[in-house]
């Protein structure tokens, strides 16, 4: 059976085509791991904190298993600890301020 110079150039075509292709979707699984790794490192480096205030001392604890996280008497000790830990976000319970505004704003409500 012979092949034409148009048949010839299709089949080509069309290997190369599907190569494209393959080398596209193997691009794309690899990006996809490399974000998927990003995002799961970025998410464990989330703290959930609750705050509980007593006795004239803040106490903060890991949200999702209570875990004692760490605990001082004004913001400026919570502030201290939480910056010797620059790799991690410490967050409250409720997404909506970071855990030092809340000591802070805590703290001036006590003060009153």
């Known amino acids: ?18 190569y494209l ?3 596209w979707y193997r691009h794309a699984v690899q990006r996809n791991k490399h974000a998927e790794a990003a995002f799961k490192e ?8 609750k705050v509980e205030h007593e006795d004239g001392v803040f ?7 209570n875990e004692f996280v760490t ?14 830990h620059d790799n991690k976000f410490f967050m409250n319970w409720g997404f909506d301020e970071e855990i030092v505004e809340q000591v ?9």
């Open 1 to 18: 059976m012979e092949y034409t110079l148009f048949e010839t150039i299709a089949i080509t075509g069309l290997v190369f085509t599907l």
């Open 21 to 23: 292709l393959y080398k």
């Open 42 to 49: 970025f998410v464990e480096r989330i703290v959930l904190c």
């Open 59 to 65: 106490y903060l604890y890991n949200g999702l298993n």
């Open 71 to 84: 605990q001082g008497k004004t913001s400026a000790e919570i502030e201290k600890f939480i910056n010797s």
């Open 104 to 112: 802070k704003r805590m703290e001036a409500e006590f003060i009153k």
